[in-house]
Every structure is written in C-alpha cells, then in structure tokens.
C-alpha cells in the first residue's frame, strides 16, 4: 500500500472504496462514517470489509460519531449474518491499523474483516484446504451474489 500511495498520491482503501460505493453491487450495508461490503477478492463466502468512509490510521482518530458509527454497522454485520441462516453465524473479525511504531502511516486505512466459514446454510461449513492454502483460493458463489443475499438480509432487519 505504501507503494501505491508513493505512486497515486492516494490510498489504496480510499480508491478502491470509492469504486465500490459508485458501483454499489457489492456493497452490504453503509451508514455516515462506515461500508460494510464483500470484496472481490473474498476467500470465505460471505466475508466481509469494513472500511471507514474518511482515511484515518487508528482508532484513536475516531470521532465520537464515527465511534459510534462503528458500533452500530457491526451491529448490523454480526445480526445479518445470524439472520442469513437463522442461526448463531460464526465468523472470525479483526481490525488492520497502523503500526504502533510511532511514525504515522498514511499509506494505513482502518478496516475491519470479518471471516465467517458457513457456505450455503448452517450446516455446510468450509474449511480451508491445502488448495486453497498454497495455491487459488476456492469459492463457490461469487462476491456480488453474497453481497446481494447480506444487503436483502439488512433490508429486512
């Protein structure tokens, strides 16, 4: 990322969120400060990224409203995933942030993945397999029909 800001002058995140917004095909859910949306580089079916709508780095740059921007379009992420199926969805999430080395890292945006191995319904899992772990990840829907079932289950909430 650091490569490509060196080059544009722009944040990788920045860019690529931009395209998703005017796109909107694999777009989730979305509030003032946040997107939720499935990238098209999803490896899990129904994985999804966060990403904050203004560049900042941390956490500790939030706003009050962005902190609770945050808060609530997980809410709607972890609740969508449990209505999907009609069932508690297990998912693994984490957050990517600049390096706590003290320099600044404008080429960092915050996000958030969300990682959750249901396929088709509460009872087929995927498990990564040594295909997908050393050669081509391996999916069987593709992002746009995910983001598609998700955004339909935010609808109904």
Known sequence: MGEYLARTE???LCDYL?????R???????????VALV???????????????????GMDQFTEGERDSLAGILKQVTMSYDRLFDTLFP????????????DEHPECHLHAHFFPPLLRS????KFMVGYEMLAMPQRDITAEQAAARLRDVVNRL
């Open 24 to 34: 909107k095909e694999r777009l989730v859910c979305e509030n003032e400060h946040f």
């Open 39 to 57: 990238p098209f580089w999803a490896v899990w079916p129904f994985e999804i990224l966060v990403i904050g709508r203004r560049h900042i780095t």
């Open 10 to 12: 722009a944040c990788l």
């Open 122 to 125: 509460a009872a087929v899992r």
């Open 18 to 22: 931009s395209t998703e917004i005017e």
């Open 91 to 102: 998912y693994t999430m984490g957050f990517h942030q600049r390096p706590t080395d003290g």
